[in-house]
DNA sequence: GTTGAAAAACGCGGAGT
DNA sequence: ACTCCGCGTTTTTCAAC
């Protein structure tokens, strides 16, 4: 399992297929990549202890799960020591309600993705965030509308 | 497959495993859940049929299909027509480069979250944003890192 | 809802080209 | 490296409880 495997074109082909449905069979896949089911089937094996593809999930509605509003976050903080910023990090990993959490360049330091069920949840969030770090800036921003979520890459950049 | 369906405790249970790992088998899903087989294959079944799993997907890791970069991109418009906002969704939809698109409260009107190799790329993603659309206002944030990503929604809400 | 079991589909691996 | 073929497992369905 190198880290640094090379992708082939029929590997990206495998792999635009496997980001819109994991479920198509391998024999599918290899009809579809003009390959034979053995060969396919070790493709994505590799493709798998690689970690090039990292993991296999189902996606859930967030409607049917009583979780219509996403909040983005942004943070400024003061306090850019390496200690802070681990306590900092453990701290917000662990809230399941934030599904995404990005180091940023610019006058923003930090970014999230939190996702709930109405504002009132999102305000039990919000005060958990600023209670356990000391926290210059927060500010929160409604989305209105989910027009487009994919979790498909686009693979026409691979070298 | 009765769109308004209910999710009981040991539904939830099944979507918080499926989210994490889709490739258990139904029969371990079946054991850590406390049922046989069976009915939690029909569980999962209509899980599936009624939308609340959308679908089965491959994660692939960003970083080894050459794609790095995350910008997450802020729009204000000026026109608020319905028409010119059905022409800019199907222009963004289209870009693949562009995997969440929501329509926001406040004073932003549209976040974007693009995906791409490098600065360069995503300058040719931005020029192809604003001339395709009157944009009134486009800032563009790097993100650095990140620090968490992921798709199991928090299913302690459910009704 | 449970068990058990059979049919079909698929994953997986060996032998050969 | 791929094709072909077949074994073993898992899924899926169907009984009866």
Avoid at 14 to 30: F, G, H, N, S, W
Avoid at 53 to 77: C, G, S, W, Y
Avoid at 135 to 150: C, G, Q, Y
Wanted: glycine share 2%; aromatic share 8%; hydrophobic share 45%.
């Amino acid at each position: 399992m190198p880290h640094d495997m090379k992708l082939d074109a029929i590997d990206c082909r495998i792999l635009a297929l496997l980001q819109v449905d994991a479920t198509l069979p391998v024999a599918e896949i290899a009809t579809q990549v003009g390959l034979s089911s053995t060969p396919c089937w070790r493709r994505i094996q590799r493709l798998r202890a690689s970690g090039v593809i990292q993991r296999q999930v189902a996606l859930v509605d967030p409607r049917r799960v009583n979780l219509p509003v996403t909040v983005f976050v942004t943070i400024r903080t003061r306090d850019h020591s390496e200690a802070w910023f681990e306590r900092f990090r453990t701290s917000i990993t662990l809230i399941p309600e934030v599904v995404e959490f990005f180091r940023m360049s610019g006058d923003i330091d930090y970014l999230l993705r939190v996702v709930v069920p109405d504002i009132a949840a999102y305000d039990r969030v919000y005060k958990r965030l600023i209670a356990d770090n000391a926290l210059s800036d927060v500010s929160s921003s409604f989305a209105m509308e989910e027009i487009k979520f994919t979790t498909a890459l686009p693979l026409g950049y691979v070298p």
